[in-house]
Nanobody, 124 residues
């Protein structure tokens, strides 16, 4: 059974940092595109960052220069380093794996697997 388990969320003050991890089990995603999405209360799912198997990365404009996505294929883990956090970054963050290629890489429904998410709360 494939599982994606996120960790690393929490409560942090504005300007602080968090590092999210997403550990995959059940299959290897070394050759797949993986991504982080977030959803704030009352809002739609939002693409945050994505990383292809070869290392090419994508970011939504609001996190460029502050967030960094990376992956360790040996550990089947993808990370999201979040610096200079802002209150508007507050959301449930979840990882997605295995982009099908049939949707835009920034579309949540373009991925086959999705984790349960981890809460990130940034206080002002």
């Amino acid at each position: 059974q494939v599982q994606l388990a996120e960790s690393g969320g929490g409560l942090v003050q504005a300007g602080g940092t968090l590092r999210l991890s997403c550990a995959a089990s059940g299959r290897s995603f070394g050759s797949d595109t993986m991504a982080w999405f977030r959803q704030a209360p009352g809002k739609e799912h939002e693409f945050v960052a994505g990383i292809r198997a070869g290392g090419t990365t994508y970011y939504t404009d609001s996190v460029k220069g502050r967030f960094t996505i990376s992956r360790d294929n040996a550990k089947d883990t993808v990370y999201l380093q979040m610096n200079s956090l802002k209150p508007e970054d507050t959301a449930v963050y979840y990882c997605a794996a295995r982009w099908t290629g049939r949707e835009n890489i920034r579309a949540a429904n373009g991925y086959i697997y999705r984790g349960q998410g981890t809460q990130v709360t940034v206080s002002s």
